[in-house]
């Protein structure tokens, strides 16, 4: 059963709870996400929370427990607006508290970012994972997106990059 949860975007004064959330999966991606780029998950969330087309979306608990350090917060998807083209954008990131997982908030969270996006005039959303991370297939695929291209072992050997997308606003 889903809890109680507001889904809301972030904001500028969310840094510190968006950070420590990705620093909690941050060992669920391939490679970890605080190996990616420079400044790792910080620079990451800055840069995200700054740009008028980047944000998250987030869902969190209505009632939290005042000792957690998260504030909540038990899910978040994070995109980019007008990726490639003005009517596209780019999901960066899709993750689920370990706690939460299976309750169905990370499908509830994504239906509430397409609508969203839809709304402010995207038709296709681009995102991409890894060929071992059979959950998050599973998910895509449910969801309704499809694998347009595959880069062989870009992630080490055996394990490829899959690149999907999905046109808004069609019938599944």
Not at 79 to 95: H, V
Request: with cysteine; hydrophobic share 35%; aromatic share 12%.
């Amino acid at each position: 059963m889903i809890p109680d949860l507001v889904i809301r975007e972030t904001t500028e004064e969310d840094y510190c709870r968006v950070l420590r959330f990705i620093e909690l999966v941050d060992g669920d991606f391939c490679p970890p996400l605080s190996q990616r780029g420079d400044g790792g998950i910080p620079a990451r969330v800055k840069e995200s929370l700054s740009k008028a087309n980047s944000n998250y979306v987030v869902a969190q608990l209505t009632q939290p427990d005042p000792a957690d350090f998260l504030e909540g917060l038990v899910a978040m998807v994070g995109f980019t607006r007008k990726w490639q083209y003005q009517d596209d954008a780019y999901i960066n990131f899709l993750g689920t508290h370990p706690s939460y997982r299976k309750q169905g908030i990370a499908e509830l969270l994504h239906v509430r970012l397409e609508d969203m996006l839809f709304e402010r005039g995207v038709n296709r959303l681009y995102l991409c994972t890894w060929s071992g991370n059979k959950a998050a297939i599973r998910f895509y695929q449910r969801m309704g997106y499809g694998v347009y291209s595959v880069i062989l072992n870009d992630r080490g050997r055996g394990i490829n990059t899959l690149n999907y997308r999905k046109r808004l606003g069609a019938k599944q």
